[in-house]
């Protein structure tokens, strides 16, 4: 009997915190402890990885300023997401083709992100330029919320698997701790 090959798709920036808009640090103490129990899992597990793309550090690199899903909800951008998965699906497509040898287990999203977020995203009214003018700065700075809703690629991922009629759950970090934990 062929022993099942699992794999997992992760977010970029899961295994390349570089890709990542310029934060305060400090601020993602969680999400890096979350992150390196995630991978510490992965090795530990034997689990096979396909790294997502990242659609946000592909078109406009690594000096870009943060922005909202607001933002990105456009024609052109939501196309070049499409264009970004196509290969990874046509990789998932595959492996379900071939359950007795491989299982793809899910997903890891992450949360907060306007495009990979997948519970959680950011949105707003972060639009022109900021200047200098303080209450305009304001203003722009109280827009942003955090919704219940997912980010515009981890939207249009779940709309391609859905049209491939591929089932392929898409969990958080977190969730996806709890469940390498359990195998």
Not at 37 to 50: A, D, R, T
Not at 155 to 165: A, G, P, Q, S, T
């Amino acid at each position: 009997m062929e022993i099942v090959k699992r794999i997992l798709l992760v977010s970029h920036c899961i295994l390349n915190n570089a890709s990542k808009v310029e934060l305060d640090e400090a601020g993602l103490a969680e999400e890096y402890k979350l992150r390196s129990e995630l991978v510490n899992l992965i090795i530990e597990k034997n689990i096979q990885v396909i790294q997502l793309p990242c659609p946000e550090f592909i078109m406009y690199g690594s000096q870009r300023w943060g922005h909202v899903k607001n933002q990105f909800q456009h024609p052109f951008y939501k196309e070049q997401c499409r264009k970004l998965l196509d290969s990874v699906l046509m990789q998932v497509q595959e492996y379900t083709l071939h359950p007795e040898t491989f299982r793809v287990m899910g997903i890891v999203s992450v949360e907060g992100s306007p495009n990979c977020g997948y519970h959680r995203t950011c949105e707003g009214l972060w639009k022109g330029e900021i200047g200098s003018d303080e209450k305009r700065i304001r203003d722009i700075q109280n827009s942003v919320k955090s919704t219940d809703k997912p980010g515009v690629y981890m939207e249009i991922l779940d709309e391609e698997l859905h049209n491939r009629k591929v089932t392929v759950p898409i969990m958080t970090m977190e969730e996806a701790v709890e469940f390498l934990t359990k195998l």
